[in-house]
C-alpha cells in the first residue's frame, strides 16, 4: 500500500456528470499529447487516400473541402483519463468516404503525417460515429490537435481519433495499430473501461 | 520531507529524509510519487540539489498547469512523507577530472549544475553561465554571490527584466554570448547544459559552432508543461 | 509549444532502471532504421502521451514504447536493432 501524500487530489476536477464514463473526470482545457514532433504539411502537399478499395480514392486539400461536410458536438474521453464535454467539430463523415469507394472489407488502419496508425472496425465508424474533422471550435483545427485534419470517433478512447491523418487501408482482418500493438485495447470503447489488452 | 526553503516565489528547496538513501553523485535526478487517498497516483523526476554528503534536497518550481510541482512547492510541509526513488542517471552526472567545468542553465535547470557547484572542492575552474526571467527568478542567488571567486565565476543573464544598474548581461544565450563566456574549446572543458527543450538546443547548438566536441557536451531537457 | 514536449532520455532513467534494473542512461543503444549509435540519454523522448516514446534523434524512428496499465508494463524495443548493456 503506497504511502497517501496528505492534501494532495491531482489536477483532477470534482465535478462529475452522468456523461462521464467509469474512471474518467473533467477538463476545461483541451490537453495536448505527443508522441512525437508535430507534422507541419503544407495544405498545398496535402492529399487524403483511401486504399483497399476496387480502386484506390484520393482527395487534395481542396477537393475535400467542398466534400458535404457537418458539424459535430460532443464528449470526448482520453485513456489518460480526461474527459471534455461538448467539443464542437466540422469535418466529413466517413460514411459519405465510403460510399465513394468500392470494397467489402471489415476493418481499416488510418495512417497519419508522423507514422502513427491505429485500427477501426468499419461497423464502428459507419451509421454517424466518425468524421475527418478539420474545424474545432470554429476554427481551422491546429496543427498540435491533429491539424489540418484528424480522425474524430468520439464514443471510443481518443487515442483512435488519430491526429495528422493522411488516410486509410480498408482490410478483411483488424490489424493493431501503434499503440493497439503494444498494450491498449484492440477496440477501446470507455462506456466498458476498455484501457488495456485484457479490459 | 524535514523542512523547506523558499528561494523564489515560484522555486522551493525542500528537504528529504529517505529511509535507505544509498547516495548519489552531483547531476542526479530523483522520481517522486504522490497518492491520492482514492489511490490516484502521480509521478515526476527532480533534480537533486544537494552535494553528496550533506542532507537531501531537491529544487522544486512550481508550473501553472501542474500536478505534483503546485503540490511540493505550495502544500507539502515539514513531517509530510511521500514516496522517492533514486537516485537516477548515470549521463547528466560530473565527474570530477580536473579539467575546466561550463556550466549552462536556464531557469531551475540550474538545480543539477548547483549540486556539481556545491560538490566542488575548490580546485577545478568552473564557469557558470545562468538564464533567468527576472532578477527576482534567481535561485540561490546569495550563496551563489559567496561562492564566487573560489574557482567558481558566476555570469547572470537576465532575459525578461532587469533591474536599474543591472551590470549582467540582458538577452537570451546565444552564440556571442557564448564566446565571450566559455572556455575556449581548446582548453577540452567538460560541459553541462540544463534548462528547458528550446534553451538547452540553443546552447548546445551555439557550442558546437563553438568548436566544442557534441560528445563532451552533456544535456538535460526538462518541460515547461505537465509538471 | 508541441516542441517543449520533447525531452530526453535523462527523463526516464527512473523507468528504465525499473525495467532493467540498471542505470540506463548511458547505455548506448543502436537505430533499427539509421544505424545510429546513441547513449539513451541522447535520445527523444515523450512522455506525455499514452505511453512513453523514445525515438532516434537522428531520424525519429521509434526506438522504444513502454505502456504501464493495470499492474503490467508493455515493452517494445522493435525500433533497436541492439542495446550494450552493462555486465
Known amino acids: 500500500m503506497p504511502q497517501i501524500s496528505r492534501g494532495f487530489h491531482g489536477r483532477r476536477s470534482e465535478a462529475s456528470s452522468d456523461r462521464l464514463p467509469p474512471g474518467q473526470h473533467l477538463v476545461d482545457d483541451f490537453p495536448v499529447l505527443s508522441a512525437g514532433p508535430t507534422p507541419h504539411t503544407p495544405l498545398a502537399e496535402w492529399t487524403f487516400t483511401i486504399e483497399g478499395g476496387a480502386e484506390p480514392a484520393s482527395w487534395t486539400w481542396e477537393e475535400f473541402q467542398a466534400l458535404p461536410s457537418e458539424e459535430i458536438t460532443t464528449d470526448i474521453h482520453c485513456v489518460t483519463k480526461w474527459s471534455k464535454l461538448d467539443t464542437a467539430w466540422r469535418g466529413v463523415s466517413l460514411d459519405t468516404l465510403l460510399a465513394l469507394v468500392e470494397h467489402d472489407a471489415d476493418y481499416l488502419l488510418a495512417f497519419c503525417d508522423g507514422g502513427y496508425t491505429t485500427n477501426l472496425p468499419l461497423e464502428h465508424v459507419t451509421d454517424g460515429k466518425a468524421w475527418i474533422a478539420y474545424d474545432y471550435d470554429g476554427e481551422p483545427l491546429e496543427p498540435e490537435h491533429g491539424g489540418p485534419a484528424r480522425m474524430l470517433v468520439p464514443h471510443l478512447y481518443f487515442w483512435k481519433s488519430a491526429k495528422w491523418i493522411r488516410g486509410f487501408r480498408l482490410q478483411d482482418e483488424d490489424e493493431p495499430g501503434f499503440w493497439e500493438s503494444n498494450g491498449y485495447h484492440i477496440l477501446g470503447d470507455p462506456w466498458l473501461e476498455q484501457r488495456y489488452w485484457g479490459d | 520531507m524535514t523542512g523547506a526553503l523558499e528561494e523564489t516565489p515560484r522555486v522551493r528547496t525542500l528537504l528529504l529524509d529517505a529511509e535507505g538513501w544509498p547516495g548519489h553523485r552531483p547531476g542526479q535526478h530523483l522520481d517522486v510519487r504522490l497518492t491520492a487517498e482514492d489511490g490516484y497516483q502521480a509521478e515526476r523526476s527532480y533534480s537533486i540539489a544537494s552535494a553528496p554528503g550533506e542532507p537531501l534536497s531537491i529544487t522544486v518550481e512550481r508550473l501553472e498547469d501542474g500536478e505534483v510541482s503546485p503540490y511540493l512547492v505550495d502544500e507539502a510541509r515539514e513531517g509530510d512523507g511521500f514516496e522517492v526513488r533514486g537516485p537516477i542517471g548515470g549521463y547528466f552526472v560530473w565527474e570530477d577530472d580536473g579539467r575546466p567545468v561550463f556550466l549552462v542553465g536556464g531557469g531551475s535547470g540550474v538545480v543539477p549544475l548547483m549540486a556539481m557547484i556545491r560538490s566542488s572542492p575548490g580546485s577545478t575552474p568552473i564557469r557558470l553561465l545562468y538564464s533567468s526571467r527576472t532578477l527576482e527568478d534567481v535561485i540561490y542567488r546569495e550563496e551563489l554571490d559567496a561562492r564566487a571567486g573560489h574557482g567558481l565565476e558566476v555570469f547572470h543573464t537576465l532575459t525578461r527584466e532587469q533591474p536599474s544598474g543591472w551590470t549582467g548581461y540582458s538577452r537570451r544565450i546565444d552564440n556571442d554570448l557564448l564566446r565571450e563566456i566559455a572556455w575556449p574549446a581548446s582548453d577540452d572543458p567538460q560541459v553541462f547544459v540544463c534548462g528547458s527543450t528550446r534553451f538547452v538546443d540553443a546552447a548546445a547548438d551555439g557550442l558546437v559552432a563553438l568548436g566544442y566536441d557534441p560528445l563532451s557536451i552533456k544535456t538535460e531537457r526538462f518541460g515547461a508543461t505537465g509538471g | ?87
Open chain 3, 1 to 87: 509549444m508541441a516542441e517543449e514536449r520533447r525531452l530526453d532520455g535523462n527523463a526516464i532513467g527512473g523507468v528504465m532502471i525499473e525495467l532493467f534494473g540498471v542505470e540506463m542512461t548511458t547505455v548506448p543503444g543502436s537505430c533499427g532504421n539509421c544505424g545510429a549509435h546513441e547513449q539513451m540519454a541522447e535520445t527523444d523522448v515523450y512522455l506525455d502521451a499514452p505511453g512513453i516514446v523514445v525515438r532516434c534523434r537522428h531520424c525519429q524512428n521509434v526506438l522504444i514504447r513502454i505502456v504501464r496499465g493495470n499492474g503490467r508494463t508493455w515493452l517494445d524495443l522493435s525500433g533497436l536493432s541492439s542495446l550494450e548493456l552493462p555486465l
